[in-house]
């Protein structure tokens, strides 16, 4: 939910033009097992959205709404933490509407809600509108204080490895070495997000380098990158390994690379005067070709 999960306030217009507002919360996936799983366990509506580009995955969508939202979010709120301020504010909305008795014309349908009621409720929207604004402020890494985080447990295992399989990268980074012709191959892992804070606390207990991105727009929030290469990556997959689940394949294939190269003599890159058996590159190239495939936008 952290990671590629949405809590919004969603504005519906009637005919009468009266506003209604609902909860709402979202999680988007290509992986649609993971989300029927998500589903048996949680309920919601499950929904296929299509593709961004026509030649990506297609994309799943698990809402929901109202009631069951709020549920969801008073199960989930004791462990956010990018999105924990969103969370809170959608559940004060809920308490607020679930309190606010509303009147019914005499064939038992919900008559609008009054203009007071109209303001305060587009006070609640506005506030959400603001915090899910790609331009709005982030708690930054190089804060404390006011920003510091409200959570003073240990980030799990079981956290991370759902934050990796939302906003996580796995992969097999190819190079080229200096002889010509030549590549060399490293793990990599990244993590990206625009709470510095969460990625920092990440780092005090799994290691990485952590450093802020230039934005992609003008006015779009800073987005911040914690990264582990080579054998590093180690130590953040063998705590997350056994919970992930949309990353699991690429996760597995990145510890055996590194296991192979833990094993291979010459295990860097090799050198100009002492270069790595063409059977091993070969080796490395398979490697990084299905890792690729496993990251692969389109169908696999």
């Given amino acids: 939910m952290d990671g590629e999960g949405s809590l919004s306030l969603a ?11 609902s909860v709402r919360v979202a999680v988007y996936n290509c992986d649609r097992p993971v989300l029927e799983a998500v ?4 309920g919601g509506h499950l929904a296929s959205v299509g593709p961004r580009h026509p030649e990506w995955r297609a994309a799943h969508s698990l809402i929901w709404t109202n009631s ?21 504010a959608l559940l004060r909305f809920q308490a607020h509407v679930n309190e606010s008795a509303r ?3 005499p064939e038992g349908r919900l ?9 305060i409720r587009a006070r609640f929207h506005a506030q959400l509108k603001s915090m899910n604004r790609r331009g709005s402020p982030v708690r930054s890494w190089r804060k404390s204080g006011a920003n510091s985080s409200v959570h003073e ?25 200096a002889s010509p012709g030549r590549w060399y191959y490293r793990a990599r ?5 625009v709470d510095g804070l969460v990625l920092r606390e990440i780092q005090r207990t799994y290691g990485g380098i952590l450093f802020r991105q230039r934005r992609r727009k003008s006015g779009w929030r800073v987005v911040y990158k914690l990264v582990w290469t080579g054998d590093r990556t180690e130590r953040l997959l063998h705590p997350i390994l056994p919970h992930l689940r949309v990353k699991r394949k690429q996760g597995e294939l990145l510890l055996r ?3 192979h190269r833990s094993q291979t003599r010459l295990r860097q890159i090799g050198t100009r005067a002492n270069p790595l058996p063409d059977r091993v590159i070969a080796l490395r190239e398979e490697f990084h070709a299905r890792m690729r495939e496993l990251n692969a936008r389109g169908p696999r």
Avoid at 78 to 83: I, Q
Avoid at 189 to 193: I, P, R, V, W, Y
Wanted: proline share 2%.
């Fill in 153 to 177: 447990a240990r980030i799990s295992g079981e956290y991370l490895a759902g934050f990796v399989d939302a906003e996580g990268s796995l992969m097999n980074a190819k190079f080229r070495a």
């Fill in 11 to 21: 504005r519906r217009y009637h005919r009468d033009r009266s506003i209604e507002y």
């Fill in 103 to 105: 009147s019914r014309d």
């Fill in 189 to 193: 892992a990244s993590l990206d997000n």
């Fill in 111 to 119: 008559l609008p809600i009054t203009r007071r009621e109209q303001r």
């Fill in 257 to 259: 690379f590194i296991q």
């Fill in 68 to 88: 069951a939202a709020a549920g969801v979010l008073r199960a989930l709120a004791p462990h956010l933490r990018v999105k924990a301020r969103h969370a809170a």
């Fill in 39 to 42: 589903q048996k366990g949680w």
